[in-house]
């Protein structure tokens, strides 16, 4: 049994040649279609919007992000990365801070010696 109808097919067909002929625009930006996949997805789009015969969208990708999140590695690494930023803010601060009192002293003593 097709995965894909007729109406999938027709609707593909026709972004593919959109593409070809560079007037395919994505639907929010309206920016020029150029990726052949993207010009796939966007005629399956149109097809499931149709009623034609297309599988639901998988929830592959989703399936992977979460179980990337859930891996104790990334997880070590994120809090490296926030303990080192954590750290640079620091020494920034107090950086500023002294070179914040250097020139308060050194405006002091122009002060008094004028």
Known sequence: MAKYGKKAQSKVKKAMHERKAGTLRSGKSGKKVTSRKQAIAIGLSEARRAGGKVPKKSAKKSSRKAAKKSSGKTAK???RK???KSARKSSKKSATKSSK????????SRKSSD
């Open 77 to 79: 690494k994120s809090s």
């Open 101 to 108: 009192s250097t020139r308060k002293s050194t405006k002091r």
């Open 82 to 84: 926030t303990a080192k």
